[in-house]
Nanobody, 119 residues
């Protein structure tokens, strides 16, 4: 099993920045990818950004390219999502996910953290 705990959400004005953290514990050696997903009210959960556990490959949704950056701190088994130039449409609950194989359908999920961007 892998446990994921997110932190760092909050309320920010449009144009501002936030950094989300996702700390992984348990059988982290089994992880191939970790990623960030978000779900806005009334919408399906969508992929935002992901990276291989090794850190060699990253992927981003078109809607966040150039604004969001995913990174990892090996010593802490923590993945970050730096979010800059935030827009009201970025408002959602953000979830961290991890999986042995899949980029887009992780088997392990965190509890989610709310990000609200005011206009």
């Amino acid at each position: 099993q892998v446990q994921l705990v997110e932190s760092g959400g909050g309320l920010v004005q449009a144009g501002g920045s936030l950094r989300l953290s996702c700390a992984a514990s348990g059988r982290t050696f089994s992880i191939y990818t970790m990623g960030w997903f978000r779900q806005a009210p009334g919408k399906e959960r969508e992929f935002v950004a992901g990276m291989t556990w090794s850190g060699t490959t990253t992927r981003y949704a078109d809607s966040v390219k150039g604004r969001f950056t995913i990174s990892r701190e090996n010593a802490k088994n923590t993945v970050y999502l730096q979010m800059n130039s935030l827009k009201p449409e970025d408002t959602a609950v953000y979830y961290c996910g991890a999986d042995k194989i899949s980029w887009y359908r992780p088997n392990y999920w965190g509890q989610g953290t709310q990000v609200t961007v005011s206009s």
